[in-house]
């Protein structure tokens, strides 16, 4: 069985940085793309940031471009987001999903982690 565990969420002030972990588990992780969703109350989830099997390729939102980076050490079975220069409308949920293939634009989510919460104050 296949578990995605997010950490490293928390309060940060506009402008600050963060960096978002999500530890794998079982033996897919180094075949399958990888990524990050974001939902806010009322919203629905949406995609902030996904890499390829070996992170050669990798796609983002039109809001996270050119501030987010995704990465990944299929050694240790670990997805990383960081994200620097937060704004408040960067605020929500943030949820690591595992797609069912290595190409994200080949097939849908698999599974979701539980998400880790990201609160930027102005």
């Known amino acids: 069985q296949v578990n995605l565990a997010e950490s490293g969420g928390g309060v940060v002030r506009a402008g600050g940085s963060l960096r978002l972990s999500c530890a794998v588990s079982?033996?897919?992780?180094?075949?399958?793309?990888m990524g990050w969703f974001r939902q806010t109350p009322g919203q629905e989830r949406e995609l902030v940031a996904a890499?390829?099997?070996?992170?050669?390729?990798?796609r983002y939102s039109d809001a996270a471009k050119g501030r987010f980076i995704v990465s990944r050490d299929n050694g240790k079975n670990m997805l990383f987001l960081q994200l620097v220069d937060l704004k408040p409308e960067d605020t929500g949920t943030y949820f690591c999903?595992?797609?069912?293939?290595?190409?994200?634009?080949?097939?849908?989510?698999?599974?979701y982690g539980k998400g880790t919460l990201v609160t930027v104050s102005s």
């Open positions: 999903a595992q797609w069912g293939c290595t190409d994200y634009n080949a097939c849908g989510v698999d599974r």
């Open positions: 079982g033996r897919s992780f180094s075949s399958r793309a």
């Open positions: 890499a390829n099997w070996n992170g050669a390729y990798t």
